[in-house]
């Protein structure tokens, strides 16, 4: 083989600010770029990814602060809680880049995962129904935005290019256990090796969007809005129910047409809803909101959360 041939598909950065005590491994990565193949690795062989890791590689508490404007407090005292309790430890959210939650961390070193693109599109075409432009959008920004963040941080940071790393088993645990500080054993050597794999079963059933799909676009003291698709039929509405506080207080269909659903998710469309809602939420007090969808059983919970008018709200 020539030099050439042998480049392993690695690559290591900033390697000047490499610790090998304390230090918090965080995986990035676009959606569907293999961060949770790299998460189950991390944790086989000894970095604690999370108390307890789900299928798709997060840690459940992690994943709830980067889907929200992140609670500066509560993540400085989760970030502490883990530091006293690993000298290495980490976590993975793939799509997002959260630098204030990485300021926080302690001796941040970072393994960035590279797909080819058009792979990443069409899994996602496949597991959420997206038609296959706007999903190349999606991974193509996201890629976009972890090179801006890298190109800015002078943190380590380890390449990984997923399609050729499977060819590398072996070599990939070494890689990545040497930039964890971690020792390896035969044990954690044979238990990283199961989780290489292009298809796991747990992942891909943990990580395809539900059956029926509620998102929430505004929630304000008057009005819910948003949208409700089922997969079985994308061409067909569904209807919804609303509850206050264990109480019904809304049916509708979710009908309304979206231009920016059709153009994104394959299928009509038709699936927007808005709502008026009751003035008792608006008392400042903590009401909790239910949304309910028809399925050909029954109707199912497909959206909940806590509500509160504030002052300003």
């Keep these: 083989?020539?030099?050439?041939?042998?480049?392993?598909?690695?690559?290591?950065?900033?390697?000047?600010?490499?610790?090998?005590?304390?230090?918090?491994?965080?995986?990035?990565?676009?959606?569907r770029s293999g961060t949770s193949m790299t998460a189950q690795i991390l944790h086989a062989i000894g970095v604690s990814m999370a108390p307890k890791l789900n299928a798709t590689g997060q840690d459940p508490e992690f994943a709830s602060l980067c889907l929200s404007p992140i609670d500066q407090e509560q993540a400085k005292k989760l970030i502490e809680l883990r530091n006293q309790t690993h000298a290495i430890w980490g976590w993975k959210f793939p799509g997002n880049i959260k630098p204030s939650l990485y300021n926080l961390s302690r001796s941040p070193h970072f393994i960035v995962m590279l797909r080819d693109p058009l792979a990443m599109a069409r899994k996602i075409r496949t597991t959420e129904d997206w038609q296959l432009a706007p999903a190349m959008r999606r991974v193509s920004q996201q890629q976009a935005e972890i090179a801006e963040f890298i190109a800015g941080t002078k943190a380590p940071v380890l390449f990984i290019n997923y399609d050729r790393s499977l060819d590398y088993p072996d070599q990939l645990i070494k890689t990545i256990a040497e930039f964890s500080s971690i020792k390896l054993t035969v044990a954690k050597v044979t238990a990283a090796k199961l989780v290489i794999k292009p298809a796991n079963p747990a992942y891909e059933k943990a990580s395809s969007a539900p059956l029926i799909y509620c998102y929430v676009d505004t929630l304000t003291a008057d009005n819910i809005s948003g949208w409700v698709r089922s997969r079985m039929n994308t061409e067909k509405p569904v209807k919804i129910r609303l509850y206050i506080d264990g109480y019904l207080v809304e049916s509708a269909m979710a009908d309304n047409y979206r231009a920016d659903l059709e153009n994104t998710l394959m299928g009509s469309g038709r699936w927007g809803f808005s709502m008026p809602l009751p003035i008792q939420i608006q008392d400042g007090s903590v009401h909790i909101v239910e949304i309910y969808a028809a399925t050909a059983e029954k109707f199912k919970l497909v959206y909940k959360t806590r509500y509160q008018k504030t002052k300003q709200a």
Excluded: R, S, Y
């Design 1 to 31: 083989m020539t030099q050439k041939q042998q480049v392993l598909p690695f690559e290591l950065i900033n390697d000047l600010g490499f610790c090998a005590e304390h230090k918090t491994i965080i995986v990035l990565g676009a959606e």
